[in-house]
Nanobody, 116 residues
Framework: QSRLVESGGGLAQPGGSLRLSCVVS????????IGWFRQAPGKEREGVSC????????FYSDSVKGRFTISRDDAKNTVYLQMNSLKPEDTAVYYC?????????WGPGTQVTVSS
């Protein structure tokens, strides 16, 4: 049974950094494009970034471009999201999943709060 477990969230000050991890089990990660998503209170879940399984190419939403970096370690079945220059509007629960089609049940997510 596939499973997604996100971690690394927490409280950060504006301008600070956090590194999120997503451990994927039950599937062979190297066969999938993986993305990070986030859902802020009262808003719909949105895609933030994704990374190819073939050539490692990446995509970022305009809101995080230049500040966030996605990476993957297929040997560890883990995907990362390095978040720098955090802003209060980055506050949300962050999730990972296959992209662009969602094939797996959503994990619990990890809460990121950016506040002074």
């Amino acid at each position: 049974q596939s499973r997604l477990v996100e971690s690394g969230g927490g409280l950060a000050q504006p301008g600070g950094s956090l590194r999120l991890s997503c451990v994927v089990s039950g599937i062979t990660l190297r066969y999938y494009v993986i993305g990070w998503f986030r859902q802020a209170p009262g808003k719909e879940r949105e895609g933030v970034s994704c990374i190819s399984n073939s050539d490692g190419s990446t995509f970022y939403s305009d809101s995080v471009k230049g500040r966030f970096t996605i990476s993957r370690d297929d040997a560890k079945n883990t995907v990362y999201l390095q978040m720098n220059s955090l802003k209060p509007e980055d506050t949300a629960v962050y999730y990972c999943n296959t992209s662009p089609n969602i094939y797996l049940s959503w994990g619990p997510g990890t809460q990121v709060t950016v506040s002074s």
